[in-house]
T-cell receptor
Framework: DVKVTQSSRYLVKRTGEKVFLECVQD?????MFWYRQDPGLGLRLIYF???????EKGDIPEGYSVSREKKERFSLILESASTNQTSMYLC?????????????FGNGTRLTVT | QKEVEQNSGPLSVPEGAIASLNCTYS??????FFWYRQYSGKSPELIMS????GDKEDGRFTAQLNKASQYVSLLIRDSQPSDSATYLC????????????FGTGTLLAVQP
């Protein structure tokens, strides 16, 4: 069974803080993704990575950056947290030969920025 | 712009009835489709995947795909209150990327 682990279930941060969200997967998947989910807006892709040190912008990358130094780990960084970044953040992974493979999600991190 | 569209609901069905959830997609390149169930406050979990035209059955769930009409559906037979959740439809982006495009989800409420 694929396991995607997000380091925190709930986080509360202050405006202007630098925030790190960590995600680890144990299935040697090449592709990793960060989404945020807000009521009425669905899942929106922030960034994804198809290999170590490689990254691609998703639909809403502004205010975020990512890091992938090791294949199993994909970090999302909020350089200076703002209240409009309060959201549920979901990490996911998928193998490279992924035509028939689903995304596997972590349990999510509920981030509140005050 | 590639899109996946779902009716947001809520779709309310009585216990034991068939729930029918629908999804349309805009990109003919999309080849594979996935249905996820998401309980409130939890992350999405895979219910079904489908790649070929026609029906695919798994227990109480049946996924249906019509590529000519660009239409995917999920039928839930003998609906139970525990099926009450948001159901997300996702389409594979196709091409060299490995992204999925998600609809905004349909909220299903099964009334006891």
């Amino acid at each position: 069974d694929v396991k995607v682990t997000q380091s925190s279930r709930y986080l509360v941060k202050r405006t202007g803080e630098k925030v790190f969200l960590e995600c680890v997967q144990d299935m040697d998947h090449e592709n990793m993704f960060w989404y945020r989910q807000d009521p009425g807006l669905g899942l929106r892709l922030i960034y994804f990575s198809y290999d170590v040190k490689m990254k691609e912008k998703g639909d809403i990358p502004e205010g975020y950056s990512v890091s992938r130094e090791k294949k199993e780990r994909f970090s999302l960084i909020l350089e200076s947290a703002s209240t409009n970044q309060t959201s549920m953040y979901l990490c996911a992974s998928r193998p490279q030969s992924s035509y028939n493979s689903p995304l596997h999600f972590g349990n999510g991190t509920r981030l509140t920025v005050t | 712009q590639k899109e996946v569209e779902q009716n947001s609901g809520p779709l309310s069905v009585p216990e034991g009835a068939i729930a029918s959830l629908n999804c349309t997609y805009s990109d003919r390149v999309s080849q594979s489709f996935f249905w996820y169930r998401q309980y409130s406050g939890k992350s999405p979990e895979l219910i079904m995947s489908i790649y070929s035209n026609g029906d695919k059955e798994d227990g109480r769930f049946t996924a249906q795909l019509n590529k000519a009409s660009q239409y995917v559906s999920l039928l839930i037979r003998d609906s139970q209150p525990s099926d009450s959740a948001t159901y997300l439809c996702a389409a594979d982006y196709g091409g060299a990327t490995n992204k999925l495009i998600f609809g905004t989800g349909t909220l299903l409420a099964v009334q006891p």
